[in-house]
């Protein structure tokens, strides 16, 4: 996957992995259920009405709490294509590029876009795209290495392939 294109999900500063996914739900490891309790705690109609592709942007510290992998699985299992924040705990950071979710920063995208529009990510230029405002943002690009293993669908996919 070189770009995505969604449509926005907004959120505020410090989204922790207790509001991405909570803890009551974290006796399973099956995406697909992690993914019907996603976002549940911050806003009861995400799972309704997230779609495939859709983006998710947010402010400071995104995925901050603790460091379970269940909160960028739960977000990717739910059909979101990419993370768009002023800046990522860096253990989500790390956790979401394991298993192959996108997350790009960039502070600008993060405070100007809004809930509802539709937005396109280049994740080889990191260039973000207001499709609705027209706006553009330089996000930070992945380097090649990690272009793989989010291609992979995540870390151990690549370890395999290889």
Known sequence: MKEAK????????????????????????????????????????????????????????FGCGSSREHAPIAIKAAGVSCVIAETFARIFYRNSINIGLPIVECADAAKEIESGHTVSINFDTGVITDETTGKTYQGQAFPPFMQKIIDSEGLVNYINAK
Do not use: W
């Open 6 to 61: 969604g449509t926005v999900f907004k959120f505020g500063d410090n989204v922790d992995t207790d509001v991405i996914i909570p803890a009551r739900y974290l006796n399973t490891t099956d995406p697909k259920e992690l993914a019907s309790h996603c976002m549940e705690d911050i806003d009861k109609s995400f799972i309704q009405n997230v779609k495939e592709g859709d983006i998710i942007v947010a402010n400071k510290n």
